[in-house]
């Protein structure tokens, strides 16, 4: 079985600050981790990935996620927030029941202040 | 650059009519996949699809839905008698590969049961 929790349904942060999204998941095998991004009437676009290279995972615009297997996580980064960082973000865990099926996370929506 | 379409953008139907939902997915992608997100709920599997034929599906998928791939472009997901708790935005996503790779996503098709 999998699953995964997105422990924090918004995140405020002004522009310029660091951003964290936190990830927690858990699995009977070693899974394969994804963040997407869905910004208003678009569809999901993929941040990063890990399937099970790399621990320190970089993607696009900035955003970076760390695997952590001991402490079941896979956060995500960025140094510095942009006003075009405000959107939703779905944590998503496949691989990890036996199954390719993904599993998403309930998402977290990012608030950037100017 | 290549992307997944969905036609409508939004459908407007009443309770017990059938709807076909329709998306265009990127041409040399193998896997097919339908999502649903109820409004304020994560996105939920419902079926992927390889090589004209459903791999998985999810509990969510009955005997009231079913995919086809019509031709060598469209992927449909039909609901034959719409309820009510059907209401939700419906993506469609290839990947290239298995689902265990990236998953590209469409904007989606907002359904609305009255």
């Known amino acids: 079985a999998q699953s995964v929790t997105q422990l924090d349904s918004h995140v405020s942060v002004s522009e310029g600050t660091p951003v964290l999204l936190r990830c927690n998941y858990s699995?009977?095998?070693?899974?394969?981790l994804f963040w997407y991004v869905q910004h208003p009437n678009k569809g999901l676009q993929l941040l990063l990935k890990y399937t099970s290279a790399a621990t320190l995972v970089k993607g696009i615009n900035g955003f970076e996620a760390e695997f952590k297997k001991s402490e079941t996580s896979f956060h995500l980064t960025k140094p510095s927030a942009h006003m075009s960082d405000a959107a939703e973000y779905f944590c998503?865990?496949?691989?990890?029941?036996?199954?390719?099926?993904?599993?998403f996370g309930r998402g977290t929506s990012l608030i950037v202040h100017p | 650059e290549p992307e997944v379409t969905q036609t409508p953008s939004h459908q407007v139907t009443q309770m017990g009519q059938e709807v076909i939902l329709r998306c265009v997915p990127i041409?040399?992608?193998?896997?097919f996949y339908w999502y649903r997100q109820i409004l304020g709920q994560k996105v939920e599997f419902l079926v992927s699809f390889y090589n004209n034929e459903i791999s998985e599906k999810s509990e969510i998928f009955d005997d009231q839905f079913s995919v086809e791939r019509p031709d060598g472009s469209n992927f449909t997901l039909k609901i034959r008698s719409t309820k009510l708790e059907d209401s939700a935005m419906y993506f469609c996503?290839?990947?290239?590969?298995?689902?265990?790779?990236?998953?590209?996503f469409g904007p989606g098709t907002r359904l609305t049961v009255l």
């Open positions: 996503a290839s990947s290239e590969f298995t689902p265990v790779h990236e998953q590209f």
């Open positions: 041409s040399n992608h193998l896997y």
């Open positions: 699995s009977s095998y070693s899974p394969s």
């Open positions: 998503v865990v496949s691989g990890g029941g036996g199954s390719y099926i993904p599993t």
